[in-house]
Every structure is written in structure tokens, then in C-alpha cells.
């Protein structure tokens, strides 16, 4: 199975970040969602309401740079704009707009940046100030090139304009079908992704077209160093380091392990040569790496905020794991309390956070990608020590789950047709599952009278569609069976990924992506649409004791409940 796909389990958290008391206030000041606003949104059904019970710092980051490497961090809601210190990872509030939200931040010349507000184009300078540049025009502005031009498309993003600050245009390139990112390169080069055909094209300073490379027909990711090196992220060749003139790459996913953010990265600049800062939206963070070294740190972390290692403990709090990158951000698993108040329990480990479960008997499990092909599981008994769990290097674990009434502890590894069960000694069973198709990874929950669950999607067209079949399946783990327990098919777009919880109740609580919508599969088989129009990729659902249901996601942790 190709990396790029097995974030399904991979779309993990970083440690919790040292905010600086500037941060706190930055917080407050933004605001919580309001409550009425959440539940409108989602669609809850009557008698719910919903709280934001941890909130990252920057929801969705948008970066970019000024051509002297200063680098500037935006909202994608438009509500600020920061300036970002790259040894701290301080980030200093320059502007919050009351009316109009501003557009992403775009490089511009010195240590400003543009940003897009309404039918203007601001340049804005360190301290916040900042001074119209001139009208949008006929394109939305994107670029702005080192010699002087503003770049921008037109044309429902079909073609590449120069913007002139009266507001006039003029085309530089037309015929593409979806341009979704683009970078100017020191000569005047503007480097345009067409996510409509998977082209790499390059528009010289006079306009002339040149197609240097065929890519996935996907988002792609451009920037340009201030030496001309272009770099690239799109699904065909993952994060990569690309020859302009002959269109060859030198992949540097290798650089970026152990970073969860560089696993789709949505947006990233260089400071410097050999240097990247990179922004997901997906998971809300933003990292630093020495593309030379490889060495990289965390500089804004999401807390926890889009975790998929999520459970309730036996005293009915919410647990959540939290990985980051880079010595200084250990590894950690958190209380969270329903008002946001955290308290370490595990910390010290090195990776990611995969996945944790509860045994009966309130041991915890913590199970820890350290790489691409391989997985450490610790256990904890309540209030001792940790110690690791043998066997599970030999794998690349997905998710962990626990029967309730025996302690049965089970795993399952990416890309492998079977379940596989541990005790504390090391691997003691493979139990090997006939699914209905081949599928992607899947993951598991033991509901409280000890039926396991898996939910997963088939595997022949999950790259092709035109639809995806996605199921919630019964595992006998006896016979090697496996029953449909609840389905829902997807037409064809980006990036299936699933999780589910049982509640105490027996219900299954079930997350569905792209759509971001939470199904409730009752002890019927009833299937029921909860909630719909959820954050960007929601990646785990945990179910209390009180019926309570929490859900992570890049906007933060969310609490539905009964009022």
C-alpha cells in the first residue's frame, strides 16, 4: 500500500506546546465558537447542544514569507494575522481585522507580505501597519513574483493574470481546468498547479508555457527558495524536491518522519534556503526542518486538538494522545476535563501517538509509530510505571482496543488481513479476518459485551471510484468471519477516513470523512445521520458513561451532549 494513503491512521497530534502568556491572551481574545453556532452547524438533533473543549492556537494555519525569510502565520477563517519567531515559536498578533476577514498571506518584498481583503489587496509590514497596494482586479491575487508583478487567476481559476493596482489585468497564460496553488522562482517564473490535470506548469516572465511535469490530479503544494529551487507536495511524489528544467524529483519524505503535519502538507515556505516551515490545515500545527539534517521541531501545536488517540478512562474522563516532533516536544497522553482543564499522565515517549485503550482494570495501553514501518505498544497500570509490550516492531499498527469484560487486548496492522492479540509477554494469536473486499486499514472497538467492530473501506477503488464502499463490520475473530453491520458508500473524492467508538450502550458511534459527518448505528442497525458539517477531518469519536459524545478535529475537541 503506497505511504501516502495510510494516514488514515496517521493524522496524529503534537505534544502539548509551551504557550507563552501572550498566547493565553490571543486565545481569549479570539473567542470561542459560540454554542448556538456549533449546533446550528451540525445539524444536532433536539435536546444537544455541543462545547469547544480545547481550541489549537491557529485553527488551519496559513503561512507565508517576506522575501527576507520573516515568516507570517494566518487564521484560514480570516480573523488574524501573526508574525511567527522561528527560534520560539512566539507568535505576535499584527492584525485582527473587526469587519471584512482577510484572504491567506502571500510573500511580498522586504519583510512584508499581501493579504487579500475584499476587493483590495493590503501590503502589511511587521508591526501591522500596512497600506493598500491597489484593487483585486479581474483575479484573485496569489503571487508576487520578485521582479515587481502581482500574479493572480481568473477566469474561475482557469487562467494566469498580471493585476495592476488600478484594478486592470492582463493574461499571461490561459486553458487550465483548476489552478490550486502557485510560486515565482528569482527569474520571473511563476510554477502553477493544475489540480484539474495533474500538470506542473512553468510561465516564463513573457508569458511562454511549459508543462515540466505530470502529476497526481490533486492539490499541490508549490514554493521557490530564494536560490530557484522548487519544492512540491501532490500525492504522485509525496514532498519533494523538483528539477524545474527536466521536471525529475528527489522525494524528501525520509526528512520528515516523525512529524504528523508533513504527512499531507497543505502549505509550507522557506525562510531560508534548505529550510521549510510547514503549515497543515489538517491537523492545525506548524513545524520547522532542516531539509539538509532533517532536524525539525514543533512551533505551534494543536494540543491534542485533532488526535486520533482518543478513550474514556475508568473514572470517566477523556483521554487524549498528544505527539509532537523534535527532542524538545515528547510524547504525552492528557486528562481532559469537559472545562479544558489538562493533566499529563504519560510522558516521555518518542513518536507519534497512534492510538490508546483502557483495560477493565484501568491499565492503559499507548500504542506509538516511531516510523513508517514500525510501532512500539507500552502499558501503564493505573498509577505505575510504563513498560513496553514485545512484538509490535515487527509491524505497522493502525489502532488498539480492549475487550471490557476480559481484557483482551487487540490490534490491527496496516495493510494485513488479520487482527493480532497481545498480552503484556508479547504477540500471543493472529487471528486472520475474511473481509467482504480488499480494504484499506481499518479500525477496531470491543463493544461491552465483547463483540469486536471494525469500520474500513475497500482498498480496488479507493483511488478510483466512482464510488467507495465503506462499512462498519461485525469480526468474529473465532471462525475468521466478518458481517456488514452498517454501510455507506461514497462517490468518488479525496481521502476516506473512518473511525468509530462503542458506547456503553452498545451503540456505535461512527466518523465518516470527506464528508465530516457522525453516524449513530443503534443495536438495530439502524443507521442515523447525528451530526454533519464537522471541522476538517475529524479522527477520533470516544462515548462517555453519561452518553456524552467527544470528537476531535483540526477547529479542536468537541463535547455533544444532552442538555
Known amino acids: 500500500m503506497p505511504w501516502r494513503f495510510k494516514w488514515l491512521f496517521l493524522l496524529f497530534t503534537i505534544l502539548l506546546f509551551g504557550c507563552q502568556a501572550n498566547h493565553a491572551a490571543i486565545d481569549v481574545a479570539q473567542g470561542a465558537i459560540r454554542r448556538h453556532d456549533l449546533v446550528n452547524r451540525f445539524g444536532l438533533p433536539a435536546g444537544y447542544t455541543v462545547d469547544q473543549i480545547l481550541a489549537p492556537p491557529v485553527p488551519e494555519p496559513r503561512i507565508a514569507r517576506s522575501?527576507?525569510?520573516?515568516?507570517?502565520?494566518?487564521?484560514?477563517?480570516?480573523?488574524?494575522?501573526f508574525t511567527l519567531d522561528l527560534a520560539s515559536g512566539e507568535r505576535t498578533l499584527i492584525l485582527e481585522p473587526e469587519d471584512a476577514p482577510l484572504g491567506p498571506p502571500f510573500s511580498g518584498p522586504g519583510d512584508t507580505?499581501?493579504?487579500?481583503?475584499?476587493?483590495?489587496?493590503?501590503?502589511?509590514?511587521?508591526?501591522?501597519?500596512?497600506?493598500?497596494?491597489?484593487?483585486?482586479?479581474?483575479?484573485?491575487?496569489?503571487?508576487?513574483t520578485p521582479d515587481g508583478r502581482?500574479?493572480?487567476?481568473?477566469?474561475?481559476?482557469?487562467?494566469?493574470?498580471?493585476?495592476?493596482?488600478?484594478?486592470?489585468?492582463?493574461?499571461?497564460?490561459?486553458g487550465f481546468v483548476l489552478i490550486e496553488n502557485m510560486a515565482a522562482s528569482p527569474d520571473g517564473t511563476v510554477f502553477?498547479?493544475?489540480?484539474g490535470t495533474g500538470e506542473l506548469v512553468a510561465i516564463g516572465p513573457d508569458g511562454t508555457r511549459r508543462v515540466v511535469a505530470a502529476l497526481s490530479p490533486d492539490h499541490t503544494a508549490l514554493e521557490v527558495d530564494r536560490n530557484g529551487q522548487l519544492y512540491i507536495e501532490n500525492p504522485a511524489i509525496g514532498f519533494a524536491m523538483v528539477n524545474p528544467n527536466d521536471g525529475s524529483w528527489t522525494n524528501l519524505d525520509e526528512k520528515l518522519l516523525g512529524c504528523p503535519a508533513f504527512t499531507m502538507p497543505n502549505h509550507f515556505v522557506s525562510p531560508e534556503p534548505g529550510h521549510m516551515v510547514i503549515g497543515s490545515g489538517a491537523t492545525s500545527q506548524v513545524m520547522w526542518v532542516?531539509?539538509?539534517?532533517?532536524?525539525k521541531k514543533l512551533l505551534v501545536s494543536n494540543s491534542g486538538a485533532n488526535s486520533a488517540a482518543l478513550d474514556i478512562g475508568p473514572d470517566d474522563h477523556l483521554y487524549v494522545g498528544v505527539s509532537g516532533c523534535g527532542t524538545p516536544h515528547p510524547t504525552q497522553v492528557i486528562r481532559l476535563a469537559d472545562d479544558g482543564t489538562r493533566k499529563v499522565i504519560v510522558d516521555g515517549l518518542e513518536g507519534v501517538i497512534q492510538d490508546i485503550a483502557f483495560e477493565p482494570e484501568g491499565g492503559l495501553y499507548v500504542l506509538v509509530n516511531s516510523g513508517r514501518e514500525t510501532s512500539q505498544l507500552y502499558?501503564?497500570?493505573?498509577?505505575?510505571?510504563?513498560?513496553?509490550?514485545?512484538?509490535?516492531?515487527?509491524?505497522?499498527?493502525?489502532?488498539?482496543?480492549?475487550?471490557p469484560q476480559t481484557g483482551q487486548l487487540l490490534a490491527s496492522p496496516v495493510g494485513e488481513p488479520f487482527v493480532a492479540e497481545f498480552t503484556l509477554e508479547g504477540e500471543v494469536a493472529k487471528h486472520f479476518i475474511e473481509f467482504p473486499k480488499a480494504t484499506m486499514p481499518f479500525a477496531l472497538d470491543v463493544a461491552p459485551d465483547g463483540t469486536v467492530y471494525a469500520c474500513t473501506a475497500e482498498a480496488e477503488r479507493y483511488l478510483t471510484g466512482p464510488v467507495i464502499e465503506r462499512w462498519i463490520l461485525e469480526l468474529d475473530l473465532q471462525s475468521g468471519s466478518?458481517?456488514?453491520?452498517?454501510?455507506?458508500?461514497?462517490?468518488?473524492?479525496?481521502?476516506?477516513?473512518?473511525?468509530?467508538s462503542v458506547a456503553p450502550t452498545g451503540d456505535i458511534w461512527w466518523l465518516v470523512n470527506p464528508e465530516f459527518q457522525?453516524?449513530?448505528?443503534?443495536?438495530?442497525?439502524?443507521?442515523?445521520?447525528f451530526g454533519q458539517d464537522l471541522f476538517i477531518d475529524p479522527s477520533a469519536v470516544a462515548v462517555d458513561g453519561q452518553g456524552d459524545v467527544y470528537f476531535t478535529s483540526s477547529e479542536g475537541i468537541f463535547r455533544i451532549y444532552g442538555e
Open 518 to 529: 457522525l453516524y449513530r448505528v443503534t443495536s438495530a442497525g439502524e443507521v442515523v445521520r
Open 482 to 500: 466478518s458481517s456488514v453491520v452498517a454501510q455507506i458508500d461514497q462517490q468518488h473524492g479525496c481521502c476516506s477516513m473512518l473511525n468509530l
Open 113 to 144: 507580505v499581501f493579504v487579500r481583503v475584499e476587493g483590495e489587496v493590503w501590503q502589511v509590514h511587521p508591526d501591522g501597519s500596512h497600506e493598500v497596494w491597489g484593487q483585486m482586479g479581474g483575479g484573485a491575487a496569489w503571487c508576487y
Open 192 to 195: 502553477v498547479g493544475d489540480a
Open 290 to 295: 532542516n531539509l539538509n539534517t532533517g532536524d
Open 379 to 403: 502499558y501503564r497500570p493505573e498509577n505505575g510505571n510504563l513498560t513496553e509490550i514485545p512484538g509490535p516492531e515487527d509491524y505497522s499498527l493502525g489502532s488498539i482496543a480492549v475487550d
Open 67 to 81: 522575501e527576507s525569510g520573516l515568516v507570517y502565520l494566518g487564521r484560514e477563517d480570516g480573523k488574524a494575522l
Open 150 to 174: 502581482m500574479i493572480g487567476v481568473a477566469d474561475e481559476q482557469r487562467s494566469i493574470v498580471e493585476l495592476f493596482a488600478d484594478g486592470s489585468s492582463r493574461e499571461l497564460a490561459a
